[in-house]
């Protein structure tokens, strides 16, 4: 897969392109401030219930659109104009977050109403993500495909590394009311650059005729049907475990070590951790096979549970959550440049639906497994239990062949 980014200046072509740029950085605009409201409304729910299993409870209310509705916007954006259709979700997550903003302000955001809100604006972004991610291919050359798609995963890690860095840094200066604002400003990105993206209607507009749930069982049968893609999907999944374990338990870990800057160093570290992760991956890629590289990850992340479930200190929690970054950087940007590699033009909208839903949408359930063993364990233990997960699939992922894809 020699068209994920290596650091050269053929790698950046795409970016010369105008329409794609623009994409490009309305994502860069816009994908901190998702992240940034994650985090911060994690934090909020415990500071207002007192709860590990609450915390949980909110980020599956944040995760759990991608999984009932990745599929049947993955149908839609194959059929509508997919800029308006993003047009008309970016601006509801700019209204749901703003209520957010103002609700948080006033001290009237109680914890079932963030947890609705959460809902409401993960519902939006679920139906976002789809239409954008099939807009690529539009957007550039087919020979570019592949290297515009691992610069989109490259902003998508950027928002995942910048977003929890800004809000551990609202965390410790100011409140969560400020992340909910920086979400809801950061939501125009992604409508301006609509606006001013150059495509004709008919080309952005999708050649599915069937009706939608058609198109969905058409697109879960191509999935199943072509070899490595189920495999890798499961990858998708797993190596969001022990990331989405760290993000949850932060908080709970900060209170059980008496430690009140512990959830923002936790989070912290592992946004360092990613960005040395995505620094590297281009080098990395050319010394080690891409299935030792999954292997790597993996166990990067298994170690740095490890780590963080017996430190007692900052700096031992810092430089624990620092390999579960790396591991996730290393693993996500390879795993999805596979799929768009294994994609043909007329399917990958829908490919990338269930690589959204793989990717995102099975996090509610790690967040709530994670919150509930906490409840009854104990913060370290339930890292610890995502810990042994990232290990035993370090042992297996070797038999994946993603070197053919």
């Known amino acids: 897969m020699t068209d994920l980014p290596t650091g050269d200046d053929e790698s950046r072509g795409p970016l010369r392109r105008r329409d794609f740029a623009i994409y490009w950085w309305a994502g860069i605009v816009s ?17 207002l219930t007192g709860s590990p299993f609450m915390v949980g409870v909110v980020n599956f209310a944040i995760f759990i659109p991608n999984l009932l509705f990745s599929l049947p916007a993955g149908a839609l954006g194959d059929r509508v104009e997919r800029r ?24 009237s955001l109680t914890p079932w109403v963030l947890v609705a ?20 291919a539009l957007l550039v050359p087919r020979a570019q495909v592949a290297r515009a798609t691992a610069l989109n995963v490259v ?16 965390l410790l200066a100011a409140t969560p009311t400020w992340a909910f604002t920086f979400n809801a400003v950061s939501c125009l990105g992604p409508i301006v650059a609509m606006l001013l993206i150059r495509l004709d209607a008919t080309a ?34 797993l190596t969001n475990a022990a990331v989405e374990a760290l993000r949850t338990l932060a908080p709970t870990l900060s209170h059980e070590l008496d430690l009140p800057d512990a959830a923002g160093v936790i989070i912290m570290g592992n946004s360092i951790g ?12 050319k010394v080690l096979p891409r299935r030792w590289m999954l292997t790597t990850a993996f166990a990067l992340q298994a170690l740095g549970a490890a780590v963080v479930a017996v430190g007692g200190s900052l700096p031992v929690l810092a430089l624990g959550a620092l390999p579960i970054g790396i591991g996730f950087s290393l693993s996500i940007p390879l795993l999805s440049g596979s799929l768009q590699m294994l994609s043909p033009d007329d399917f990958r909208s829908r ?3 269930v690589f959204s839903m793989a990717h995102l949408g099975l996090r509610p359930l790690f967040a709530l497994v994670a919150g509930a063993l906490a ?31």
């Open 274 to 285: 990613a960005m040395l992760g995505l620094v590297t991956f281009g080098l990395i890629e």
């Open 204 to 237: 952005d507009r999708g050649a599915v005729k069937k009706k939608s749930s058609g198109g969905v069982v058409e697109g879960l049968r191509f999935v199943a049907r072509t070899p490595l893609m189920p495999a890798i999907l499961l990858a998708v999944v």
């Open 31 to 47: 994908s901190p401030g998702n992240w940034a409201s994650n985090v911060c409304a994690s934090v909020l729910m415990l500071s």
């Open 155 to 170: 902003q998508f890690q950027f928002g995942q590394i910048a977003g929890p860095g800004i809000a551990s840094v609202i």
């Open 117 to 136: 809100t959460c809902f409401l604006l993960g519902t939006a972004n679920a139906f976002t993500k789809p239409p954008m991610l099939a807009l690529i």
């Open 84 to 107: 308006r259709m993003v047009v008309v979700t970016q601006s509801v997550a700019l209204v749901v977050a703003a209520v957010m903003a103002v609700l948080s302000g006033s001290g």
């Open 375 to 405: 409840t009854a364990f104990g913060g370290a233990w339930a890292l610890a239990v995502f810990g042994v997960i990232a290990l035993v699939v370090a042992v297996v992922i070797r038999r994946l062949r993603v070197d053919t894809a």
């Open 351 to 353: 490919v990338m639906a």
